[in-house]
């Protein structure tokens, strides 16, 4: 499948931003969407996955503050990203897995085999 991204760009610290990311091919509800983000000069991150059947996962740094979800009429995975902070600064990338994945693998980038371009996220102070 393909993954393509879009949102992003400069927000301001308290603001808001919603990226999407549209996937290519007919079996999407099937997939385990999820998004990851890398800062520069850090490792890449695990921030958030959907399941098949709705469950969500988020990583703690964004509970509360960041929604996961999916429209599989649009072959679409949304994140809302609510009350940003300056650490949110990163490129995030949208991800999908084939199937379903157990909750112990869901934050594990390797199980994903598709990933986007990524689209840039900055947050100012």
């Known amino acids: 499948v393909q993954l393509q991204a879009f949102g992003g760009g400069l927000a301001q610290a308290g603001g808001s931003q919603r990226l999407s990311c549209t996937v290519s091919g007919s079996t999407f509800k099937l997939y385990t969407l999820g998004w990851f983000r890398q800062a520069p000069g850090k490792e890449r991150e695990f921030v958030s996955t959907?399941?098949?059947?709705?469950?969500?996962y988020y990583a703690d740094s964004v509970t509360g503050r960041f929604t996961i979800s999916r429209d599989n009429a649009k072959n679409t995975v949304y994140l809302q990203m609510n009350s940003l902070k300056p650490e949110d600064t990163a490129g995030y990338y949208c991800?999908?897995?084939?199937?379903?994945?157990?909750?112990?693998?869901?934050?594990?980038?390797?199980?994903?085999?598709?990933w986007g371009q990524g689209t840039q996220v900055t947050v100012s102070s």
């Open positions: 959907i399941t098949w059947n709705n469950t969500t």
């Open positions: 991800v999908a897995h084939r199937g379903p994945l157990s909750s112990v693998r869901v934050s594990d980038q390797e199980e994903y085999k598709d």
